[in-house]
């Protein structure tokens, strides 16, 4: 079965407000299973549009994937992040 994956791609305006979503989507990326690949670190732009920060965690299924984001623990995560970052999630299915 192919492996599902939440990816991101975000600007965050404010680092030290941005701890609590981070803090709180980390506890709901385990509680549903999900491993972190990727999460910040250098990031350079090579071709197109893009923001700063990226974000890719990997889940058993596509279906797993989708569970974590709508689950009310990475809602309630979520919120927390709307007034101090712009970006785009996926959800979407590996090879």
């Known amino acids: ?5 939440v990816v991101g791609n975000l600007t965050v305006l404010d680092a ?4 609590p979503y981070a803090a709180a989507a ?6 549903y299973g999900g491993t ?3 999460r910040g670190g250098k990031c ?3 071709e197109g549009e893009a923001r700063m920060r ?4 990997e889940f058993e299924s ?5 569970t974590y984001f709508f689950s009310p623990e990475y809602q309630a995560a979520r919120k927390l992040r709307f007034s101090i970052s712009v ?3 996926v959800v979407v299915e590996g090879a």
């Open 36 to 38: 972190p690949l990727v």
């Open 44 to 46: 350079e732009i090579v």
């Open 87 to 89: 970006g785009d999630l």
């Open 54 to 57: 990226q974000v890719v965690i």
């Open 26 to 31: 980390s506890a709901a990326i385990k509680q």
């Open 1 to 5: 079965m192919p492996k599902g994956y």
């Open 16 to 19: 030290e407000a941005y701890k």
């Open 62 to 66: 596509f279906e797993q994937a989708k």
